[in-house]
């Protein structure tokens, strides 16, 4: 596939350029690439995987995420990669009975100032790939980091190279090296539930009567099925020959689990799906590759995103672990990269590093812990076992669907669902205006302190290089 890359220059530059190190490069990594580069710095990428074609599964963009891309000028690209979503269904698990639809609301839609997309991973990973080398970012596959010392800034590749940077961007994930350096204690996370993931080819799915209106032309609609203590999330992806279906099934923790590039048995997911419906069981069945297993964990909160030595920071997974199939598991990710940039493209002296560093730990922080309860949530609240709660939620849903109205929105005599309205709350979230909101209320603050002229709300830039690294060269 081949993109048109034609990135928007960034409102402000940084007016001190420096090196980032960042490792890993998933999207977090890789957002952090593209944002950092667009206003003037210098990055450079380390990642474990020698292709992105080992990430697999499907993605879901939220709006708060495709809004980011469509500011950085990359619209056109992802429209490329990816199919417009109109809406979800929701199923129950056990039966296949629909307790609802709800069609995305243009004006909401539009008011987020994005659009929900479905994608695969790996196409998304290569379109973020691209975009940041096209800026000048240096990517490095295939090179895994064996150790991290953020004091003299330096990073230890497994072939004993030795690379040094001004900062470094820890992105490697929940069980990476960056989060270990900032974890005091260690409390096990709580693991209740694994998820299996499969991509399905639709020129094989359409070969089954039953399974062809999952792509109904148009439609674009993301399957939610509910069940007892287990729940599936579905939706049509790609373009062209890559046209396929994602599906992520929830069920109890069952010793299959492992991380994105492994694969598991397939026999789990049966076992999954041996009391879904039959259109559940036959995914299940037909996807042509081994699926991946992810444990569901829920982890303490990082007290400290960033090093006591105030050079090292960590963002994604590192940072806020979100659970696999979520919605909002890659928007958060991206939205790190936007937040630190436009932090950072206010740097006009070394010693403003640490202080935006911290500023990037406030404005995230809070957010992300939200986010990440809520994704939590939505995964009890689809795997609600048999009860009083479960009853409740299936007639509330039944009531919308027989009045012929949208299965998530308000009615004459019943409430906004609570976990739409927190839905909709998230896509509205503009990450980068967080950002510059931050900058005119507390940072040209800190540098009217520091006796800085800020006349017409920004600093004058000036031309300074004091013990920055020259370790980069492009």
């Keep these: 596939m081949t993109f048109d890359l034609n990135i928007l220059p960034a409102p402000k530059e940084a007016a001190l350029s420096i090196h980032?190190?960042?490792?890993?490069?998933?999207?977090?990594?890789?957002?952090?690439?593209?944002?950092?580069?667009?206003?003037?710095?210098?990055?450079?990428?380390?990642e474990r995987l020698k292709s992105h074609q080992e990430a697999t599964g499907g993605c879901r963009m939220p709006p708060n995420l495709s809004k980011v891309l469509y500011h950085w000028g990359m619209e056109k690209d992802v429209l490329k990669i990816g199919l417009k979503s109109a809406g979800i269904e929701l199923i129950l698990y056990e039966t296949g009975e629909t307790l609802g639809q709800h069609t995305w609301d243009e004006e909401v839609l539009r008011e987020t100032r994005g659009e929900f997309i479905f994608c695969h991973h790996s196409d998304l990973l290569q379109l973020l790939h691209e975009t940041a080398v096209s800026l000048g970012a240096k990517i490095r596959m295939g090179v895994a980091v064996t150790g991290i010392d953020p004091e003299t800034r330096r990073v230890k590749l497994t072939s004993g190279e030795i690379l040094t940077g001004d900062v470094i961007v820890g992105a490697d994930g929940a069980t990476g090296v960056s989060r270990r350096l900032l974890e005091l204690d260690d409390e096990e996370p709580v693991h209740r539930f694994n998820c299996y993931s499969t991509v399905t080819p639709k020129s094989i799915a359409m070969q089954d009567p039953e399974l062809a209106p999952l792509f109904e032309p148009g439609a674009n609609r993301m399957f939610s099925w509910f069940g007892n203590n287990h729940a599936t999330l579905s939706y049509p992806m790609g373009v062209s020959e890559r046209e396929a279906i994602a599906m992520y099934t929830y069920g109890p923790q069952d010793g299959n689990e492992g991380g994105w590039p492994d694969i598991a048995d397939v026999s789990g997911l049966k076992t999954y799906c041996s009391t879904a419906e039959s259109r559940l069981k036959k995914l299940a069945a037909l996807s042509p590759n081994p699926p991946a297993c992810l444990p569901i964990l829920s982890f303490p909160e990082l007290e400290d995103w960033v090093h006591d030595s105030g050079r090292l920071i960590v963002v994604g997974d590192a940072a806020h672990p979100m659970p696999a199939g979520g919605i909002q598991d890659s928007a958060m990710a991206l939205e790190d990269g936007a937040v630190l940039a436009k932090l950072f493209s206010h740097l006009r002296t070394e010693d403003q590093i640490e202080t935006l560093?911290?500023?990037?730990?406030?404005?995230?922080?809070?957010?992300?812990?939200?986010v990440s309860s809520k994704e939590l949530h939505d995964i009890n609240f689809m795997c609600m076992p048999p009860g009083e709660m479960q009853e409740g939620r299936d007639s509330v849903m039944r009531s919308k669907r027989d009045a012929g109205l949208n299965v998530l929105d308000a009615s004459s005599d019943q409430e906004e669902q609570a976990e739409w309205a927190e839905i909709k709350?998230?896509?509205?979230?503009?990450?980068?205006?967080?950002?510059?909101?931050?900058w005119m209320e507390w940072g040209l603050l800190r540098e009217r302190a520091r006796g800085t002229d800020v006349a017409g709300g920004h600093v004058q830039p000036i031309a300074v290089m004091q013990g920055v690294s020259q370790a980069y060269t492009p």
């Design 20 to 46: 980032f190190l960042v490792v890993g490069g998933g999207i977090a990594g890789l957002s952090c690439a593209i944002a950092l580069s667009r206003v003037g710095h210098r990055v450079t990428v380390l």
């Design 357 to 370: 560093l911290y500023a990037f730990q406030d404005l995230r922080q809070p957010h992300c812990q939200k």
């Design 425 to 438: 709350d998230v896509f509205g979230y503009d990450a980068e205006d967080d950002a510059d909101n931050w």
